[in-house]
């Protein structure tokens, strides 16, 4: 593989058969890794929950608060996270977030080793904390990548097949860190997810460029697939700029709207293994394997929603193609999440949250395609305010379902989840993709006087 990145596309060896893969697709691989480490380091506290309270002497509500503390960080700088990438571009600061990420695990885990008492459970927060600062820029500048590298036809399979990656990590933290755990214990189960990324972090720092014009393998082929020969070039991120794009309605009404889908995300981010154990009353080996299933069934629906978004879109046009998946995926989503906390069995249940999952992320495409459709060039940007939105979900739930859950009411939890997937399918009739942001001229300087 060294031998097919490092030199350019007309020196290649014919003998390999990789000369016809565009630079793109390199590109995306490392936008499709980062973003599967960074969800096995974000749901590895989660898992490990009831090793934490045994040696640590917490609540499960108090273990809860320790990954808010990850999701405070990361919903609060969302924006400033795409502003970020904007400013610095994408090869820097996913090298940023490669390295804090790194730093935040080897906290988290070894704050044990050297703190007791009310010390440890504040060092672990403030490491949860750098952690959401790390991974907050990783979804806007993600999705400013994508604007710049792939044409607008294939922007919503390729933010579908990036979001299955998320789902792959999801589905892999759960039996990772149980067997880690079981053979290492908790601390150097979580330690262990540093190593990866540092590795990935160091390739990206070699190979990435912010833009296709600035990566030496890139052909002029490549370049005249991109809508015409390059996209329009990052918008300098002034604060008027950003306040006139936070104003945008149909990107206002988008954030909400993923807001309130978003609370079912997390209850199937985060329920799963302890809903399975604590609940169903399974085992930690049991609970973990059937964990997995709800985040693979979420991959499929993310990468079925690409393709569905790129052909509603093209059939029935910007403004009612992003909406169609949406409107009938969220209400689907309501119905099995009902019938999967009532259901008689566990297959029954697990089965309904696998499909209410797939269903969820059927909508992750159409959400980031018809934000780049409405923001263009301030795509990172755009979609920080979209996952400022999302996220606070996250801040909101982790807490209430620490709460219900501690109370064994994990029913109450899913019949909220429930009725936020309403909500977000009717705010989907205001988003008006088709109407791009088109920020106020700047005023022209008034002539000198002498």
């Known amino acids: 593989m060294e031998s097919v990145i490092a030199v350019p596309p007309r020196h290649r060896p014919a003998r390999l058969g990789l000369g016809a893969v565009r630079v793109r697709w390199w590109i995306f691989l490392y936008m499709f890794l980062f973003p599967l480490l960074c969800y096995v380091q974000r749901n590895s506290l989660t898992i490990a929950t009831d090793q934490v309270k045994a040696q640590l002497h917490v609540s499960q509500l108090q273990v809860f608060l320790l990954t808010s503390a990850f999701m405070v960080m990361y919903t609060a700088l969302q924006l400033p996270g795409g502003v970020l990438g904007q400013r610095w571009g994408a090869r820097r600061t996913f090298v940023l977030i490669g390295a804090l990420g790194c730093l935040a695990m080897m906290a988290t885990s070894l704050a044990p080793f050297a703190l007791t008492g009310t010390a440890v459970i504040m060092a672990m927060a403030l490491a949860q904390a750098v952690l959401g600062v790390s991974q907050a820029p990783v979804f806007p500048v993600q999705t400013g990548v994508f604007e710049s590298w792939f044409p607008s036809a294939r922007w919503g399979f390729v933010n579908g097949l990036a979001t299955s990656a998320n789902n792959i990590g999801s589905a892999l933290a759960a039996p990772l860190i149980v067997a880690l755990s079981a053979s290492y214990g908790w601390q150097k189960a979580l330690l262990w997810t540093a190593l990866p990324l540092a590795v990935l972090t160091a390739c990206w720092a070699w190979y990435g460029r912010d833009t296709p014009q600035q990566h030496p393998s890139v052909s002029a082929r490549e370049l005249a697939e991109l809508d015409g020969g390059g996209h329009e070039p990052p ?42 154990t604590q609940h169903r009353h399974l085992s930690q080996m049991d609970g973990g394997w059937l964990a997995m299933l709800p985040p693979v069934g979420a991959a499929v629906g993310a990468s079925l929603g690409g393709v ?72 990172m940007s755009g979609f920080g305010v979209i996952n400022t939105g999302g996220n606070l979900a996250g801040v909101l739930l982790y807490p209430l379902l620490g709460y219900l ?6 029913n109450l939890a899913f019949e909220i989840a429930a009725g936020c997937c309403l909500a977000a399918a009717a705010l989907w009739l205001m988003v008006r993709a088709d109407r791009s942001f088109a920020p106020a001229p700047l005023a022209p300087l008034a002539p000198q006087t002498t």
């Open 308 to 379: 569905l978004a790129d052909r509603s879109a093209a059939r029935f046009g910007l403004r009612w193609g992003y909406r169609l998946v949406p409107l009938a995926a969220l209400p689907a989503v309501a119905a099995l999440l009902l019938c999967g906390a009532y259901a008689s069995s566990v297959p029954i249940a697990v089965g309904c949250f696998v499909l209410a999952y797939g269903c969820q992320q059927l909508t992750e495409a159409p959400v980031a395609a018809a934000t780049m459709q409405i923001a263009r060039a301030d795509s």
């Open 405 to 410: 859950s501690g109370r064994g009411e994990w």
């Open 235 to 276: 918008a300098p991120t002034t604060l008027r700029r950003c306040l006139e794009l936070m104003r945008e309605r149909s990107l206002l009404m988008l954030a909400v709207s993923y807001m309130l889908s978003c609370v079912a995300f997390y209850q199937l981010l985060a329920a799963p293994f302890l809903y399975l």
